[in-house]
């Protein structure tokens, strides 16, 4: 019996962030070193283009980091497929087939692309790329037959469109080659959309909040000691506010099960007066490294040598089109235009 297929990835537009890590990287590595699924892992480049295309040197070095991002929290290319989306031109026909079953007007009411057009201020000027950016999950998803799909909560809605497009194609083609899946959300529902360090409902590049996989000790020092926390907390014994404050927000997020006891006894020394703000910091700086320091070191160590990193890359993407091909090849079967 084969093994359940699952099928991630993320957009390479900068180095990834601990809002990546809890949301969908720890899971993956979790899924992987459990033996019992195929996995396929990407790079959505061609993705990132939609509201990147003048920007593709961004893209193209983003690449590197996001690699090496991913081998350094335990993603294994011998264990996973690990491939680059613009290498795969199956992905992109896969893409037309199925922008002819969704109308416009659907892909305008996902939620997760409205509150991105929003975040963005597109205005008036939404690339066309980006406004059918679901359809190209659609692809990447289907490509690979994939069962599951670890995302973040917030992706939600770009499963049921797939899971939607799934059903529409097979029912217009009377087949039943493409394969409904479904998501694996983070289990820590807080984690699956991390906000930034200032306060801001999500982590994002765009925004600078972020604490990122390959930031240095001092640099994550520097960024764990500005953060947000209660405004009205002036002295050490005002009584603080424990809602809105992401220091305590952070440790209930990266704190393991011997840090729970401290967690709950410092928020109720917090809420009464009596603790300040500098040392609760300091407390999330020693979790939080506890998880950074083995993977900045794993970072540097691949870093050494990009060469093998690309050939990786390279190796993985040529697995990947080999099984994108046979799904396009179905796929243009039951649509009745494989004419040769």
Not at 214 to 232: A, E, F, G, L
């Amino acid at each position: 019996m084969s093994k359940p297929i699952i099928l991630t990835g993320d957009r390479p537009t900068g180095k990834l962030h601990l809002g990546h890590y809890v949301g969908s990287l720890k899971n993956r590595v979790a899924l992987q070193n459990e033996d019992k699924y195929k996995m396929f892992i990407f790079l959505a480049d061609q993705q990132a283009l939609t509201d990147h295309a003048k920007e593709s040197e961004k893209i193209q070095e983003s690449i590197g980091n996001v690699a090496l991002d991913y081998l350094s929290v335990g993603l294994d290319p011998n264990k996973s497929t690990i491939f680059i989306q613009s290498q795969i031109p199956e992905l992109a026909e896969l893409t037309m087939y199925y922008m002819n079953l969704v109308s416009l007007a659907r892909l305008e009411r996902n939620p997760t692309v409205k509150t991105e057009i929003a975040q963005k201020g597109f205005g008036e000027s939404i690339p066309s790329g980006f406004l059918v950016y679901p359809i190209s999950q659609a692809a990447d998803i289907t490509a690979f037959k994939a069962n599951f799909v670890p995302v973040g909560t917030d992706q939600k809605p770009m499963i049921e469109q797939t899971r939607e497009i799934v059903r529409s194609f097979n029912h217009t083609y009377s087949t039943d080659c493409l394969v409904e899946p479904q998501g694996i959300y983070p289990e820590n529902e807080g984690a699956g959309r991390l906000p930034g360090i200032d306060g801001n409902a999500k982590m994002s590049k765009s925004l600078g909040n972020g604490i990122y996989l390959s930031d240095d000790v001092d640099t994550v020092r520097k960024k764990v000691m500005s953060m947000y926390t209660d405004p009205n907390h002036i002295r050490i014994e005002d009584p603080g506010q424990i809602k809105g404050n992401m220091v305590f927000y952070y440790l209930d997020i990266f704190g393991r099960e011997e840090d729970k006891a401290n967690i709950t006894a410092m928020k109720e020394e917090y809420q009464k007066g009596g603790l300040g703000d500098v040392k609760t910091k300091r407390f999330l700086l020693e979790i939080l490294e506890r998880e950074l320091a083995p993977i900045r070191e794993r970072r540097l160590e691949y870093a050494k040598d990009m060469g093998e990193v690309f050939r990786m890359l390279e190796k993985g993407s040529q697995g990947a089109r080999a099984t994108a091909a046979q799904t396009l090849s179905q796929v243009k079967e039951a649509m009745g235009i494989n004419y040769f």
